[in-house]
């Protein structure tokens, strides 16, 4: 089957779903919304950046790092280390603009993705998001079948932004031929957005599945950054950077004077932080400097090594769907702390194989650590619990069987 698809070049979550259905014997043409470097082991490439992406942050080598989609990068060059550090400062300014402008220049970029998509003529078509990838794929021919994924926040945060966000949401959910989402609640909402009921639907970590020895193993590595962590601390860490919207770290932050209160051995782990002021200046008003250790944005083993390293993950969020480095986490023995929010609880049952917290409350989340921190029985069953729920949900040729079933439907 020839698959066109549309999505985040520089995003690991795209390489490692392109790979996945790569496996299944498929032949995959990527048009990347994001300027990147051209991915290995696919038959065409090319750029065509929308909503202003080209303004967006620079992550050369997205490939190799664990990175959240909307997440800064430092730059390979000077140029776009200064327009990475506006986007950094100016964040919810500039995502305001997208939500207002942005829809008036999707049908230009429409125009341009159908043209490239008769030249391919692809079996099938599928966007990896729905703003603005999915949105943009919705003006191809109608010959062609349409598949969109939801991540995280689409329909929880985006599809609100505006009135011509909301109109996008719309007109691509009846668009769609069929529609893939990593949690259940998505597909639930995709339906109060005009999504047929009778039409497709899939169910399926949005990373294509995990591959489970291949990162058990690459977790037992003698990875680099665990040099950087001193050995006689113990490690909790928050793996997901800034997310507007979406993560609220100032809860963590400000969580964190109450915990080392009681356990001032404790250090905190935050990757793709080191170049966000807002992190800086949290640890600096804070005076948390001891307890807090910000990193660069980390190689996909390393970060999987932290995860093996590490007591607990923490991810508070208040919009999200199924994050990819909750389920690494949990695959590699990471006991996990998030906000409570339906699509997270999913995964995790409070008190059970994990703890979920108001995202509005530091104490809250607080409470949460050292209860777990005291608890440890609790992580322990905790973790064999969430080995299981990874093997019986996220295990790679699992999901690779359910999306060859959908892709059928599709083309059928």
């Known amino acids: 089957m020839r698959i066109l698809f549309l999505a985040d070049g520089r995003s690991p979550t795209t390489l490692r779903y392109l790979a996945s259905v790569r496996e299944l014997g498929h032949e ?243 990757p793709a932080m080191t170049d966000q002021p807002e992190a800086r200046n949290f640890v600096r008003e804070l005076n948390i400097e001891r307890n807090v250790l910000l990193l660069p944005p980390l190689a996909q083993a390393d970060l999987w090594a932290l995860f093996r390293r590490a007591l607990m993950t923490i991810s508070v969020s208040q919009h999200d769907g199924t994050p990819n480095s909750l389920l690494e986490a949990m695959t590699v023995g990471c006991f996990p702390i998030a906000g409570d929010i339906e699509s997270l609880r999913e995964w995790i049952t409070p008190g059970v194989n994990g703890l979920l917290v108001d995202p509005n409350s530091p104490e809250e989340l607080a409470n949460a650590i050292l209860s777990a921190m005291y608890n440890e029985g609790l992580r322990t069953r905790g973790v064999e619990l969430n080995r299981a729920l990874i093997r019986e949900r996220a295990e790679i040729s699992r999901v690779q069987t359910e999306i060859e079933v959908f892709y059928q439907s599709l083309v059928d």
């Open 28 to 270: 995959i043409h990527l048009i990347s919304s994001y300027p990147c470097e051209e991915p290995a082991d696919i038959e065409s490439f090319s750029i065509l950046p929308i909503a202003f992406s080209n303004f967006a942050s620079s992550r050369s080598g997205a490939a190799s790092r664990s990175v959240p989609t909307g997440a800064a990068l430092p730059a390979q060059r000077s140029g776009g280390g200064i327009r990475s550090a506006l986007v950094r400062q100016f964040r919810d300014v500039f995502l305001s603009f997208r939500y207002r402008l942005a829809p008036l220049s999707l049908p230009l970029s429409g125009r341009r993705f159908a043209a490239i998509a008769r030249r391919i003529d692809p079996d099938l078509i599928h966007a990896l998001r729905v703003p603005f990838e999915g949105m943009t794929a919705a003006y191809a021919p109608k010959r062609y079948p349409l598949a969109a994924s939801i991540w995280g926040n689409d329909l929880t945060f985006h599809a609100g932004g505006s009135s011509g966000m909301r109109a996008l949401t719309f007109r691509t959910m009846a668009r769609l031929n069929g529609l893939a989402a990593d949690t259940r609640r998505d597909i639930r909402l995709a339906q109060s957005f005009g999504f047929a009921e009778r039409k497709p639907s899939l169910v399926v970590p949005g990373n294509g599945g995990i591959d489970i020895p291949r990162m058990i193993l690459a977790s037992e590595a003698d990875a680099a950054i665990l040099r950087r962590i001193p050995p006689d601390r113990e490690i909790l860490i928050n793996p997901r950077g800034f997310r507007p919207g979406s993560v609220r770290n100032d809860t963590f932050f400000r969580s964190v004077p109450i915990v080392a209160r009681q356990f001032p051995n404790l250090l905190f782990v935050c």
